[in-house]
């Protein structure tokens, strides 16, 4: 037990908060720690003190005692062991068994080739430990292995520095540490929920609802380990990461969306884009026929599942960079029923000078017999009469097709 003499150093390096005014902070520091086991492999060990027969742990009660006579570090290892521990529990153990080639094997021999009481005492102990190994609570929350070994290294980094670390200290480091490890747990398990949506959807409240689920998920996972703080500076923490991968998801959702919507965009439109690389819509009539398909590849683009929000404004994008196209092509179509009109006007005037000189040269004709002697005056008179009726006419359409032509010029 002079062995133990680290125990009476335990109050100086170990306290129970960071600061206290509290002068029974040091007898509550054995509230924190576990029971004292002492196992005794003294095969020469008499159970007998004063002549009576003891149990073991009457011995261990016996061996803590003061004795005047030791020294002061004997007494004060035992006041130590005493204060700290109330719960002590002793197991003496029997020699493992009378054959010395089985004592230099005995980790490789059977429980049947051991002595029997051996056998029995190692039987206690591990009942014992497995009826006493009760899960350590901090703050309400069951440490696991992890948990432990970051406080027995943040102590053992401590007073290896020559601190003094308090019990608060540590517990506040280590549930700060694993608060974290449980954000990023519970991050991970709002991703892989967000993750089973198929994107893009254009129902915005199905994406908040999703968001709704994934997030009651992640909190779960956070409250199942979670070390309750006073600011709640984690869970406050998850809130915002969450809403931040929300946003990130809308954004994916609308990238998404625009991506696939330009997909079938390209599919729906890839036959008016062939036509009029063709030229087919360059021919005459070809504007009417390019309206016509486009207003069927449009149909069938407006009729494709799963185009989410951005289906209206890729499509108005789409209609904008294709205006000036449409432009093009319904002006060459004026031009070519202008350019018919005016052939047609054109002909009309030929006719007309074509009659005019006819009635020239007939009035020219008559001209010549009047000077023979061969018509008379009245025939005359009718056709200069017809002749100038003829001319204005003539003149007049063909103002009228001039001034139409201007009009369309200017258009």
């Given at each position: 037990m002079s062995d133990l003499h680290i125990v009476t150093k335990l109050k100086n390096f170990i306290k129970i908060k960071t600061q206290t005014n509290d002068s029974k902070e040091e007898d509550e520091l054995w509230k924190t720690c576990l029971p004292f086991v002492w196992v005794?492999?003294?095969?020469?060990?008499?159970?007998?003190?004063?002549?009576?027969e003891v149990t073991a742990?009457?011995?261990?009660?016996?061996?803590?005692?003061?004795?005047?006579?030791?020294?002061?570090?004997?007494?004060?290892?035992?006041?130590?062991?005493?204060?700290?521990?109330p719960d002590r529990k002793c197991f003496i153990f029997p020699q493992p068994t009378t054959k010395v080639k089985h004592l230099r094997n005995l980790e490789n021999i059977a429980d049947s080739e051991l002595d029997e009481d051996f056998v029995a005492e190692i039987t206690?102990?591990?009942?014992?430990?497995?009826?006493?190994?009760?899960?350590?609570?901090?703050?309400?929350?069951?440490?696991?292995?992890?948990?432990?070994?970051?406080?027995?290294?943040?102590?053992?980094?401590?007073?290896?520095?020559?601190?003094?670390?308090?019990?608060?200290?540590?517990?506040?480091?280590?549930a700060d540490r694993e608060n974290s490890k449980i954000v990023a747990a519970a991050e991970t398990c709002y991703r892989?929920?967000?993750?089973?949506?198929?994107?893009?959807?254009?129902?915005?409240?199905?994406?908040?609802?999703?968001?709704?689920?994934?997030?009651?998920?992640?909190?779960?996972?956070?409250?199942?380990?979670?070390?309750?703080?006073?600011?709640?500076?984690?869970?406050?923490?998850?809130?915002?990461?969450?809403?931040?991968?929300?946003?990130?998801?809308?954004?994916?959702?609308?990238?998404?969306?625009?991506k696939k919507c330009r997909t079938i965009l390209i599919h729906a439109f890839k036959e008016v884009e062939e036509k009029h690389m063709n030229g087919e819509y360059a021919k005459p009539g070809g504007y009417r026929k390019y309206?016509?398909?486009?207003?069927?590849?449009?149909?069938?683009?407006?009729?494709?599942?799963?185009?989410?929000?951005?289906?209206e404004?890729?499509?108005?994008?789409?209609?904008?960079?294709?205006?000036?196209?449409?432009?093009?092509?319904?002006?060459?179509?004026?031009?070519?029923?202008?350019?018919?009109?005016?052939?047609?006007?054109?002909?009309?005037v030929t006719i007309a000078e074509m009659e005019e000189k006819l009635l020239r040269d007939k009035m020219t004709s008559l001209q010549k017999q009047k000077e023979m002697g061969e018509t008379n005056e009245k025939e005359m008179a009718e056709l200069i009469?017809?002749?100038?009726?003829?001319?204005?006419?003539?003149?007049?359409?063909?103002?009228a097709f001039m001034q139409s032509a201007l009009e369309k010029k200017k258009h």
């Open positions: 005794i492999r003294d095969f020469c060990l008499e159970m007998e003190i004063d002549g009576k742990d009457e011995y261990l009660e016996t061996c803590l005692l003061p004795n005047q006579e030791k020294n002061k570090e004997y007494n004060e290892c035992r006041k130590c062991i005493t204060e700290l521990f206690k102990l591990r009942d014992y430990v497995y009826s006493r190994a009760e899960p350590r609570i901090v703050q309400g929350v069951p440490l696991n292995g992890r948990m432990l070994s970051t406080l027995l290294q943040t102590f053992t980094e401590c007073i290896s520095r020559g601190d003094a670390p308090s019990l608060q200290t540590v517990v506040q480091s280590m892989e929920s967000m993750d089973k949506l198929v994107l893009p959807v254009k129902d915005a409240f199905k994406l908040q609802q999703h968001h709704i689920e994934s997030e009651r998920k992640a909190f779960d996972v956070f409250k199942q380990l979670y070390f309750p703080d006073k600011d709640y500076k984690f869970q406050n923490e998850l809130k915002v990461k969450l809403q931040t991968l929300l946003q990130q998801y809308c954004k994916r959702n609308k990238e998404e969306s625009e309206i016509a398909d486009w207003n069927l590849a449009e149909e069938e683009y407006l009729s494709a599942k799963g185009k989410g929000p951005k289906g404004k890729v499509l108005l994008e789409f209609k904008k960079n294709k205006a000036g196209e449409a432009n093009r092509l319904a002006m060459n179509e004026c031009l070519y029923w202008q350019t018919k009109e005016l052939e047609a006007e054109k002909q009309k009469q017809t002749f100038k009726a003829d001319k204005q006419k003539n003149r007049e359409e063909i103002e």
